[in-house]
């Protein structure tokens, strides 16, 4: 009997080598394996209710940098792999928060500013950002808003979940978040393939 990690956030089983839930991508590195049981799904209930975590991921020169909820860009934040050598980008250059459903950025007085489809934004005031928004860190960065994962509840019917975890056991699918950009990638990769950095 294969053994699983259960997040702890969502309850979901991820194949005991996983670094991250394949669910909620909560980190789950420290959780102790356990041996596989299948689940019987309960008749009287249809629905669960998962709630996962918020992140933007930014797009830049086809690069793809995901960041959390209260994460920062800049050269020695997320995309550091990507910007460690662009001088214009500050060190902690702008962050990311959620109120709800809606992403916000805030310029941490950087050295260039932010500007959101080319207008500058204050200094320490949250401004919104939407899918599709071009968020200027210099004039050699501009980063495209590809998604916004708000994390709000979604349903789940409980067969489809059933069916989904318990064919977990057969994945050899084995992956890592590279430390330096966020994105999760194969086990085996010297190299990041989305910032070009030791993922480790």
Do not use: W
């Amino acid at each position: 009997m294969e053994k699983v990690k259960i997040c702890p956030a969502c309850g979901h089983k991820n194949p005991y080598t996983n670094l991250n839930c394949e669910q909620c991508d909560t980190d789950i590195t420290s959780i102790e394996p356990i041996e596989d049981k299948p689940i019987e799904p309960d008749p009287s209930l249809d629905k669960t209710i998962v709630e996962a975590k918020k992140y933007v991921i930014f797009n830049f020169n086809n690069f793809q940098i995901k960041v959390y909820d209260k994460e920062i860009i800049g050269r020695h934040s997320k995309g550091a792999g990507i910007f460690q050598n662009i001088l214009e980008v500050s060190r902690r250059h702008a962050e990311i928060t959620f109120e709800g459903s809606d992403a916000y950025i805030t310029d941490l007085n950087s050295t260039n500013g932010v500007f959101i489809n080319g207008r500058k934004i204050h200094p320490g005031v949250p401004e919104k950002i939407s899918e599709g928004s071009e968020i200027r860190l210099c004039s050699k960065v501009t980063l495209k808003v590809e998604k916004i994962f708000s994390g709000t509840f979604e349903q789940y019917d409980i067969s489809e979940e059933y069916e989904k975890d318990n064919s977990i056991s057969n994945s050899n699918k084995q992956i890592k978040t590279c430390k330096n950009c966020g994105m999760v990638i194969d086990l085996n990769e010297k190299i990041c393939p989305y910032c070009l950095e030791n993922p480790d």
